[in-house]
Every structure is written in C-alpha cells, then in structure tokens.
C-alpha cells in the first residue's frame, strides 16, 4: 500500500511567522511531489511542485525534497491569515499517473 | 487563465438512481481523472483516462462507476445506481502529461438520499 502520510494538526503559527509543514512517503522511487490548499468546502489549489532533490522557492513559500529520507516539507514564510487552510501533500508514484493524498494538515494564522 | 470547470456544483439524488457529473479539462491537456472526497476524508483516486481510454482505476472505481469523453470537451463521470456512501465531492482535474501537475474543477457535492 502506498501511502503519504502528514500530521493533521491543527498547526497554529502566529502572523509573519514561519509555517513549516511536512510530509513522508512511502515508496522510494517517487518521482513528483506536489502541496496544494484547501479552504474548507473547496477544492485542492495547486501551491508548489517538486521534482528534485534540494529547495524550490517561489514567491513565499518553498518546498524541500529529501528522496533519501522520503521526506517533502512546504515552507510558508511570512504567514498571513488568509493562509489558514488545509495543505495536502500528494505524490505521483512511479508508473502511474494518479495523485495519491495525504490526509493534510490544518494551518491556521493568528493574529 | 484557462481552468477546469465542473457542473452541477451541487446534486441531490435518491438512492439508485443514476447520476452524470460533467466536466470540462483545460483545452491543452491531455490526461483528465476524476477524484472523490468524502467530508471529513482525503481526497481518493477514482480514474485516470488518456487517449479516450481507462488508463488507471482504484478499487472505488467498480461497475457502478463509468467514464466518457462525449466531444472534444467534455469528461464525464457516471455512476449507474447511486448508493448511500456515494455522497462526497467529486473532482475532476487534468494535465498536460500523466506525470506533471494536475489541475481540480471546484468539484461536484454529490448527495445521496
């Protein structure tokens, strides 16, 4: 069974703080890694890919990928209320071509 | 910005009945999939279709559940006799290739009496 696992959180950071949010897979030969938010009632807005080893920035927020660790994490810097959301992490394992989710972990930005 | 759009946003049914949720991928791709999300749950791999075939499917996706790309635009999602535990969002979502990013429609609440 593959599977992607995240703390639920709720993970409350204040505003203008870092948010730090992370993710393990399990099966090692991943190749795409993806974060997207979910406000509640919507649907999942893709944030940030990574295929990479190493960091990928863009504009507030970076992701991080560790094949070695199996391990992607989302950096949100500079945490803004309306960030409060649901971030889920979904890999695309090799072979197929289906998103397999996380079950996400709340973020919530207080002020 | 082009995006996926989805119809009905919201749709009742009794229990039984057959459903068609409707679609629209981004014009350019070429992969569409359907996704469910049972409230409170993660979102659940349906489907996965690519040159007018099936070309993945999760154990959900039975005999009860059939995909379609009636014209050049529009993906659809039939489910043929509607159970209780049916009731969720469905999203749609596409992309350019199997392993890119995909993109989700704002989704279909589908409920089941």
């Known amino acids: 069974q593959k599977e992607v696992e995240q703390n639920s959180g709720p993970l409350s950071v204040p505003e203008g703080a870092i948010a730090s949010l992370n993710c393990t897979y399990s099966d090692r030969g991943s190749q795409s890694f993806f974060w997207y938010r979910q406000y509640s009632g919507k649907s999942p807005e893709l944030i940030m890919f990574?295929?990479?080893?190493g960091d990928k920035e863009d504009g507030r927020f970076t992701a991080q990928l560790n094949k070695a660790s199996q391990y992607v994490s989302l950096l949100i810097r500079d945490s803004q209320p309306s960030d409060s959301a649901t971030y889920l992490c979904a890999v695309n394992y090799p072979g197929g071509n289906k998103l397999t989710f996380g079950t996400g972990t709340q973020l919530k930005v207080e002020l | 910005e082009p995006e996926v759009t989805q119809t009905p946003s919201h749709q009742v049914t009794q229990m039984g009945q057959e459903v068609i949720l409707r679609c629209v991928p981004i014009?350019?791709?070429?992969?569409f999939y359907w996704y469910r999300q049972i409230l409170g749950q993660k979102v659940e791999f349906l489907v996965s279709f690519y040159n007018n075939e099936i070309s993945e499917k999760s154990e959900i996706f039975d005999d009860q559940f059939s995909v379609e790309r009636p014209d050049g635009s529009n993906f659809t999602l039939k489910i043929r006799s509607t159970k209780l535990e049916d009731s969720a969002m469905y999203f749609c979502?596409?992309?350019?290739?199997?392993?890119?990013?995909?993109?989700f429609g704002p989704g279909t609440r589908l409920t089941v009496l």
């Open positions: 990574i295929y990479s080893n």
């Open positions: 014009s350019n791709h070429l992969y």
């Open positions: 979502a596409s992309s350019v290739t199997g392993e890119n990013e995909q993109f």
